[in-house]
């Protein structure tokens, strides 16, 4: 059965920083891709960041230049560096498993959300 676990979400004053882990469980996902998601509250989930399974990237608009994201084949697990962190980024964050990097609309896989909450 596919596991994806995340931690590293909190509370944290805008400015400051948080790096989000997942760790995916359950088979190995060679050739795929890997992301993150959010959902504030009353609104729908969004995308934030992808990472193919070679290391090419891509953000949200809203998170570039401040969010990196990477991950380490070997433990099937991304991370996500957040830093400038604005109230706005308050969210449920979610991990995803992502079988086309060339469409970030299809999800195989997703984890259970951590909370990220950013204090103006």
């Known amino acids: 059965q596919v596991q994806l676990v995340e931690s590293g979400g909190g509370l944290v004053q805008a400015g400051g920083s948080l790096r989000l882990s997942c760790a995916a469980s359950?088979?190995?996902?060679?050739?795929?891709?890997m992301g993150w998601f959010r959902q504030a509250p009353g609104k729908e989930r969004e995308f934030v960041a992808a990472?193919?399974?070679?290391?090419?990237?891509t953000y949200a608009d809203s998170v570039k230049g401040r969010f990196t994201i990477s991950r380490v084949n070997a433990k099937n697990a991304v991370y996500l560096q957040m830093s400038s962190l604005k109230p706005e980024d308050t969210a449920v964050y979610y991990c995803?498993?992502?079988?086309?990097?060339?469409?970030?609309?299809?999800?195989?896989?997703w984890g259970q959300g951590t909370q990220v909450t950013v204090s103006s």
């Open positions: 995803a498993i992502l079988p086309y990097y060339s469409d970030l609309d299809v999800v195989d896989y």
């Open positions: 359950g088979r190995v996902f060679v050739g795929y891709a």
């Open positions: 990472i193919s399974w070679s290391g090419d990237t």
